[in-house]
């Protein structure tokens, strides 16, 4: 019995199923632009097979492991490793037992779709997952990982991804990318410019990174001249291994276009652990505007992604370090916050910016707007919390009417768990087609526009938005 509905996410009344279904099957096989994600380069470069089905599914992947925990199972029983090298659970079908064991946690989220698409779509997996299945599937998908077709490469082209985007640091040697590139290898594995580590004064070891990035660049990073001459140098060297975009993390949308004084000021402050929270979101602030100018010089798309109270767990965090689940969405203002990036090059539409946000609230009030009118702006999907059926509708019925579909950039998985991605697109592509059928039925789109605009939703526009 298969695991999947055949019209799961289209609409449940007849004739906007029928349309809708009609829509999704001109766009499901379209290729995958991936363009904003986590996977790991070093999958692609050395092709390795992947270790076990645990270390695929659960270890790695936060919306696994967060729900598991809140449930009261210890992330060390998961495999999460520790800061401090403490023990953790390393017996892999221990710990693929106990996801399948509580798999029933999963009931009506994304991550059930999500997973029950990679078990059947990829492993071809008809049984629910379960304890008293767990065994049979562990044995067919680690048999599965020890062949060929199972490799990472393999499964790229499988997954019929035409471009896919890993993110790394300013100070990453990016040597996985040069092993690509060298291997001669066809798959279009390119990398993003993520430089929050040597922006953020409140980042552990700011002023070690912006050393390192002054030593890679060959600049005198500790000079504001030369920090900023480093980051151009850097994102240079990102845009030889293909990068086509930038991506800030931030606490808030803050902006600020302050003198040059006045930002080198507190560069020197910032260097010197001197920085008050004021004056460091300040400089967060400043720097964004910044990068904002060089995008428009060097032509890398912009992304912010701000709005995530990020390891809210002091004990976590201590424990686990970062990224383990404990990043919980927050208010985020856009209108005042980014005004001064705005007023200095939000007129450009030669320079695309794209924006994310966990605050649903804003997208009526605040972003769409913004985006519906600023030519250098565009609405970024859903997002983390928000990547799921209700997530993407609500999405278009509070953006559309006010920035249309084509301030918009289509979908990007932003994941790090491969298997995920083309479950995430077709995910994306049914919603978007019952939303689509549904202005249909409603009068508010023609039915022949209907499937023009499936396309550049699933495919055109975010290979148009990201240069892909």
């Given at each position: 019995?298969?695991?999947?509905?055949?019209?799961?996410?289209?609409?449940?009344d007849?004739?906007?199923?029928?349309?809708?279904?009609?829509?999704?099957?001109?766009?499901?096989?379209?290729?995958?632009?991936?363009p904003?994600?986590?996977?790991?380069?070093?999958?692609?470069?050395?092709?390795?097979?992947?270790?076990?089905?645990?270390?695929?599914?659960?270890?790695?992947?936060?919306?696994?492991?967060?729900?598991?925990?809140?449930?009261?199972?210890?992330?060390?029983d998961?495999?999460?490793?520790?800061?401090?090298?403490?023990?953790?659970?390393?017996?892999?079908?221990?710990?693929?037992?106990?996801?399948?064991?509580?798999?029933?946690?999963?009931?009506?989220?994304?991550?059930?779709?999500?997973?029950?698409?990679?078990?059947?779509?990829?492993?071809?997996?008809?049984?629910?997952?379960?304890?008293?299945?767990?065994?049979?599937?562990?044995?067919?998908?680690?048999?599965?990982?020890?062949?060929?077709?199972?490799?990472?490469?393999?499964?790229?082209?499988?997954?019929?991804?035409?471009?896919?985007?890993?993110?790394?640091?300013?100070?990453?040697?990016?040597?996985?990318?040069?092993?690509?590139?060298?291997?001669?290898?066809?798959?279009?594995?390119?990398?993003?410019?993520?430089?929050?580590?040597?922006?953020?004064?409140?980042?552990?070891?700011?002023?070690?990174?912006?050393?390192?990035?002054?030593?890679?660049?060959?600049?005198?990073?500790?000079?504001?001249?030369?920090?900023?001459?480093a980051?151009?140098?850097?994102?240079?060297?990102?845009?030889?291994?293909?990068?086509?975009?930038?991506?800030h993390?931030?606490?808030?949308?803050?902006?600020?276009?302050?003198?040059?004084?006045?930002?080198?000021?507190?560069?020197?402050?910032?260097?010197?652990?001197?920085?008050?929270?004021?004056?460091?979101?300040?400089?967060?602030?400043?720097?964004?505007?910044?990068?904002?100018?060089?995008?428009?010089?060097?032509?890398?798309?912009?992304?912010?992604?701000?709005?995530s109270?990020?390891?809210?767990?002091?004990?976590?965090?201590?424990?686990?370090?970062?990224?383990?689940?404990?990043?919980?969405?927050?208010?985020?203002?856009?209108?005042?916050?980014?005004?001064?990036?705005?007023?200095?090059?939000?007129?450009?539409?030669?320079?695309?910016?794209?924006?994310?946000?966990?605050?649903?609230?804003?997208?009526a009030?605040?972003?769409?707007?913004?985006?519906?009118?600023?030519?250098?702006?565009?609405?970024?999907?859903?997002?983390?919390?928000?990547?799921?059926?209700?997530?993407?509708?609500?999405?278009?019925?509070?953006?559309?009417?006010?920035?249309?579909?084509?301030?918009?950039?289509?979908?990007?998985?932003?994941?790090?768990?491969?298997?995920?991605?083309?479950?995430?697109?077709?995910?994306?592509?049914?919603?978007?087609?019952?939303f689509?059928?549904?202005?249909?039925?409603?009068?508010?789109?023609?039915?022949d526009?209907?499937?023009?605009?499936?396309?550049?939703?699933?495919?055109?526009?975010?290979?148009?938005?990201?240069?892909?």
């Amino acid at each position: 019995m298969p695991l999947l509905d055949e019209d799961r996410l289209f609409a449940t009344d007849p004739a906007v199923r029928t349309l809708a279904r009609d829509l999704y099957d001109g766009v499901k096989d379209l290729p995958i632009i991936s363009p904003h994600g986590h996977t790991d380069p070093r999958w692609f470069a050395e092709n390795g097979a992947f270790p076990d089905p645990a270390t695929l599914f659960v270890t790695p992947d936060h919306y696994v492991f967060r729900m598991l925990h809140s449930q009261g199972i210890a992330l060390e029983d998961l495999g999460v490793p520790r800061v401090d090298g403490g023990a953790t659970e390393t017996d892999s079908r221990k710990i693929w037992n106990l996801f399948a064991s509580n798999y029933h946690l999963f009931r009506g989220t994304p991550s059930r779709i999500w997973v029950d698409h990679a078990l059947q779509e990829v492993f071809g997996v008809d049984e629910r997952l379960s304890a008293a299945s767990a065994d049979a599937i562990y044995d067919h998908i680690d048999a599965s990982l020890k062949t060929d077709a199972f490799r990472p490469r393999s499964l790229f082209k499988r997954f019929n991804i035409e471009a896919i985007s890993t993110t790394e640091s300013a100070i990453d040697d990016l040597k996985w990318h040069k092993m690509i590139r060298d291997s001669g290898w066809d798959g279009r594995v390119i990398t993003a410019y993520r430089p929050d580590t040597v922006i953020d004064p409140e980042c552990d070891g700011f002023a070690d990174n912006v050393a390192k990035m002054g030593e890679l660049a060959g600049e005198d990073a500790t000079t504001w001249g030369g920090y900023l001459a480093a980051h151009r140098n850097r994102r240079a060297f990102f845009k030889s291994f293909g990068a086509t975009s930038s991506d800030h993390g931030h606490l808030t949308a803050r902006t600020e276009d302050l003198p040059e004084d006045e930002a080198a000021a507190l560069f020197d402050r910032a260097l010197q652990g001197k920085c008050s929270s004021e004056e460091a979101d300040r400089f967060r602030g400043h720097m964004l505007t910044e990068m904002a100018r060089m995008s428009r010089d060097d032509g890398l798309v912009m992304q912010i992604h701000p709005g995530s109270a990020r390891n809210h767990s002091a004990d976590i965090m201590a424990r686990f370090g970062r990224d383990k689940g404990y990043d919980i969405p927050m208010r985020t203002d856009y209108v005042t916050a980014l005004r001064p990036l705005l007023n200095a090059v939000g007129g450009d539409a030669g320079l695309t910016i794209i924006l994310f946000t966990l605050d649903e609230s804003s997208y009526a009030r605040e972003l769409a707007p913004l985006a519906g009118v600023y030519p250098a702006l565009r609405l970024g999907p859903p997002w983390w919390f928000h990547d799921s059926y209700e997530g993407m509708i609500r999405f278009r019925e509070m953006a559309t009417e006010t920035a249309g579909f084509y301030n918009t950039v289509g979908f990007n998985d932003d994941t790090r768990a491969f298997c995920s991605i083309p479950a995430r697109h077709d995910v994306a592509r049914r919603v978007d087609c019952t939303f689509l059928a549904t202005l249909v039925a409603t009068g508010r789109l023609d039915r022949d526009e209907a499937p023009e605009v499936a396309h550049d939703l699933s495919y055109r526009l975010a290979k148009q938005a990201y240069k892909l």
